[in-house]
């Protein structure tokens, strides 16, 4: 059990590009034959073409490969939230069946994008195993759903919203905003 | 204004016509449909977004291939379908279309797909129907069929992505046509800056210009230099007169030949909203031929009608 979430001031929000590459060190041996990456839409798509530079040679040396998900259409709160304006393709180019895939999301929340992700790639196909990797588990999470990885972890209230964003020159920050009206999943 | 078709905060509630609608839910539409595209490609050609939604296709006028689209399109959004050919059942024995309806709402429909040769019917039912249940129009006597227009402008953008660069020309029975309106209506609001109809005087509404676009009766005028040629089929059900010679004549003047298509500029494509009328409107040929997207035309009609559902179904519309 994690402290009672409290309220974390922005300036105490770590580093998003020291955190990248805890997160390339703890990635690496997981790295081999057979396996692939999958960035979550959008936050996880920037880590994962960060992490595909930083893990070049093992990537190349196991031919791992990668693509993308974006979760809109398995989403649980599609009832009541409707779709979202922007999404993208995902893009899934290799064969999923007996694959063991590398989930990558930028914060670990709830779990339910998580879930959403499961379940979209099990339209695809049957992986070997799933593992879900993060640069930040911010506490919270309302299903049987954890990270392997993270870079970090945080005790956030609910009333924070922790995102990751991609700078004009590529690199990556973190931000913290007031909570929509609603959890994001 | 109030456009039905619109909620209290701008989103789509229902899609009646293209007429009225911002560039901003036309691109949403078509950015929505480009996530569906992939759908098609993959082991399961399901998404679960509307599960347990019931989607009635209701058609008081025959056709078989919006009818399919339709179904399986929301079949792919895992709703239940339930297609009724109402010209062939309680219409046929005195039942008012409202009243169709509401005994499909008491059987718990979700979402109205409606077909008819009247102008205005999709509407008259939006209008009728309690807020959580939404209205598609696929297609209404000659007033419109936004699907159409929108999967058409979807497969122009796939070959020809910068669409304020372009030239289009649609050709053929304009007068008849509900997709030519929704094509002409898309194609201006989505900023193509020269939209072109080639047609005999007798099949153009009279000031057909002031929907923006060029009139040309000379067809070899009308396609030089275009990047997309939209053929129309010739209604031959809809024709109440003589408007034509004969279907003869009319392909000897505005049938797509090779050497018409030749005047278009060289990677031009050619479209048609089916069912074509060969050696009619158009040469086989070029229907078959490598500029054709004619059957990409009906995969992505899938994508958009999809897009459709998944937009009108969920939530109140659009979330942040």
């Given at each position: 059990?994690?402290?009672?979430?409290?309220?974390?001031?922005?300036?105490?929000?770590?580093?998003?590009?020291?955190?990248?590459?805890?997160?390339?060190?703890?990635?690496?041996p997981l790295l081999k034959a057979?396996?692939?990456?999958?960035?979550?839409?959008?936050?996880?798509?920037?880590?994962?073409?960060?992490?595909?530079?930083?893990?070049?040679?093992?990537?190349?040396?196991h031919q791992i490969e990668h693509g993308t998900l974006d979760v809109s259409f398995y989403r649980d709160d599609y009832a009541q939230r409707g779709l979202k304006a922007e999404n993208r393709p995902s893009q899934i180019a290799f064969d999923v069946e007996?694959?063991?895939?590398?989930?990558?999301?930028?914060?670990?929340?709830?779990?339910?994008?998580?879930?959403?992700?499961?379940?979209?790639?099990?339209?695809?196909?049957?992986?070997?195993?799933?593992?879900?990797?993060?640069?930040?588990?911010?506490?919270?999470?309302?299903?049987?759903?954890?990270?392997?990885?993270?870079?970090a972890e945080l005790s956030l209230a609910a009333s924070q919203h922790l995102q990751l964003t991609q700078l004009a020159d590529g690199s990556l920050a973190l931000e913290l905003t007031p909570q929509h009206n609603s959890a994001r999943p | 204004m109030n456009n039905p078709q619109l909620d209290t905060d701008g989103q789509l509630r229902h899609l009646l016509s293209i007429e009225g609608l911002p560039k901003k839910i036309l691109n949403q539409i078509l950015d929505t449909a480009e996530s569906f595209v992939g759908v098609a490609e993959r082991e399961v050609k399901k998404v679960p977004l509307l599960r347990g939604k019931t989607v009635c296709n209701l058609f008081f006028e025959n056709s078989t291939r919006t009818r399919t689209t339709f179904e399986i399109a929301a079949k792919r959004l895992s709703a239940d379908v339930i297609s009724l050919n109402v010209s062939t059942s309680s219409q046929s024995k005195g039942e008012t279309i409202l009243d169709t309806v509401d005994n499909l709402i008491a059987m718990h429909a979700d979402m109205?797909?409606?077909?008819?040769?009247?102008?205005?019917?999709?509407?008259?039912?939006?209008?009728?129907?309690?807020?959580?249940?939404?209205?598609?129009?696929?297609?209404?006597?000659?007033?419109?069929?936004?699907?159409?227009g929108l999967l058409d402008v979807f497969t122009i953008r796939k070959y020809k992505p910068e669409l304020h660069n372009l030239r289009v020309a649609i050709v053929g029975d304009v007068l008849h046509s509900r997709v030519a309106r929704s094509e002409i209506h898309a194609l201006t609001t989505l900023g193509v800056p020269e939209v072109r109809v080639i047609a005999p005087?007798?099949?153009?509404?009279?000031?057909?210009?002031?929907?923006?676009?060029?009139?040309?009766?000379?067809?070899?005028?009308?396609?030089?230099?275009?990047?997309?040629?939209?053929?129309?089929?010739?209604?031959?059900?809809?024709?109440?007169?003589?408007?034509?010679?004969?279907?003869?004549?009319?392909?000897?003047?505005?049938?797509?030949?090779p050497e018409r298509l030749a005047l278009a500029k060289p990677d031009a494509i050619v479209m048609h909203p089916g069912p074509m009328n060969r050696g009619v409107e158009i040469d086989s040929t070029v229907a078959d031929g490598k500029q054709s997207v004619i059957l990409p035309q009906v995969t992505y009609g899938i994508a958009i009608r999809m897009?459709?559902?998944?937009?009108?179904?969920?939530?109140?519309?659009v979330a942040l």
């Open positions: 059990m994690t402290d009672a979430n409290h309220t974390l001031d922005p300036s105490q929000l770590p580093d998003a590009e020291a955190l990248l590459l805890i997160l390339a060190g703890k990635l690496k057979n396996t692939a990456l999958v960035g979550i839409h959008s936050g996880g798509v920037w880590l994962m073409q960060r992490l595909l530079v930083l893990l070049a040679d093992q990537i190349k040396l007996n694959k063991h895939i590398i989930l990558i999301d930028d914060v670990f929340y709830t779990g339910r994008t998580t879930r959403a992700a499961m379940n979209e790639l099990f339209d695809y196909g049957r992986p070997a195993s799933i593992s879900l990797i993060a640069l930040i588990n911010r506490g919270g999470r309302e299903l049987p759903i954890a990270p392997q990885i993270v870079a | 109205f797909v409606v077909r008819h040769a009247q102008s205005g019917a999709a509407h008259l039912i939006a209008k009728h129907v309690p807020p959580h249940i939404h209205v598609i129009n696929a297609g209404d006597g000659r007033h419109s069929h936004p699907t159409q005087k007798t099949l153009l509404p009279a000031q057909v210009e002031k929907l923006g676009v060029h009139v040309y009766h000379d067809m070899d005028e009308g396609l030089k230099d275009v990047d997309v040629i939209m053929m129309l089929r010739l209604q031959n059900e809809r024709m109440n007169g003589a408007m034509l010679p004969s279907s003869e004549e009319y392909f000897k003047t505005y049938g797509l030949t897009a459709v559902m998944a937009i009108l179904g969920g939530g109140t519309g």
